[in-house]
């Protein structure tokens, strides 16, 4: 079965800090992975799509990384602002068939001034 | 561009009765989506359609169903609610084209319909 994990389930840092979340796969056969944004009460906001020979990205302060070897991402975000505070989402989708991805539960960041 | 709008932002339905969720992107985007949101779960697939006349069921098709009959709008109806529909919907859309293939391209999102089915 394919399934997305994410950890930590929520997390609290200080303007200015960084921080890493982490995501973990079983989805295979593998097509790319995407981190989105989520704000409370909004829709999700794409951040990075990474492919299989793409081990790294970023956006702005944002960056992203795949292994694709050990099936673990990570997000890292530099210099946290408040306006970083939501829940960040890891999918996978898996090559072939029918387009069905895998959303993880999502990291819930909180940023204290 | 207004992007991605859902209507309504919310409703409350009795178990049994029928409603559309309405979608419509202004981007000219073939791929359109449905999700639902549970609290604390994951988004799950309900439809998607890769252009007009042309739909295909995602991991929860179950009670709902879909057309497309532009490019612009995407509906999503529930035709007997059950309190296990109640949910956040989000539509969202995405270009063709680039790396291709369905899922591989940005999607674009609404602001979401909130939905209590009692």
């Known amino acids: 079965k394919n399934q997305v994990e994410q950890s930590p389930q929520s997390l609290i840092i200080l303007e200015g800090k960084n921080c890493t979340l982490q995501?973990?796969?079983?989805?295979?056969?593998?097509?790319?992975l995407r981190w989105y944004k989520q704000d409370t009460g909004r829709g999700p906001v794409s951040l990075t799509i990474?492919?299989?020979?793409?081990n790294t990205k970023s956006n702005g302060r944002y960056t992203a990384t795949l292994d694709a070897d050990t099936k673990q991402s990570s997000l890292h975000i530099t210099a946290s602002q408040l306006s970083d505070s939501a829940s960040y989402i890891c999918?996978?989708?898996?090559?072939?068939?029918?387009?069905?991805?895998?959303f993880g539960r999502g990291t819930s960041l909180i940023v204290h001034p | 561009n207004a992007g991605v709008t859902q209507t309504p932002k919310f409703r409350i339905l009795k178990i049994g009765q029928s409603m559309t969720l309405q979608c419509t992107q202004d981007?000219?985007?073939?791929?359109m989506y449905w999700y639902r949101q549970d609290p604390g779960m994951g988004l799950k697939l309900i439809y998607y359609?890769?252009?007009?006349?042309?739909?295909d069921k995602g991991e929860v098709p179950n009670g709902y169903n879909v057309s497309r009959s532009t490019t612009e709008d995407f509906p999503l109806r529930l035709e007997l609610a059950a309190p296990s529909q109640t949910s956040v919907y989000f539509c969202?859309?995405?270009?063709?084209?680039?790396?291709?293939?369905?899922?591989?391209?940005?999607?674009?999102f609404g602001p979401g319909t909130r939905l209590l089915v009692l």
């Open positions: 969202a859309s995405s270009s063709s084209g680039g790396a291709g293939g369905v899922g591989r391209e940005t999607q674009y």
């Open positions: 995501c973990n796969y079983t989805v295979s056969p593998f097509s790319n």
């Open positions: 990474m492919t299989f020979s793409e």
């Open positions: 999918v996978v989708s898996a090559k072939g068939g029918s387009y069905i991805p895998t």
């Open positions: 981007m000219n985007h073939n791929y």
């Open positions: 359609s890769v252009g007009a006349g042309i739909t």
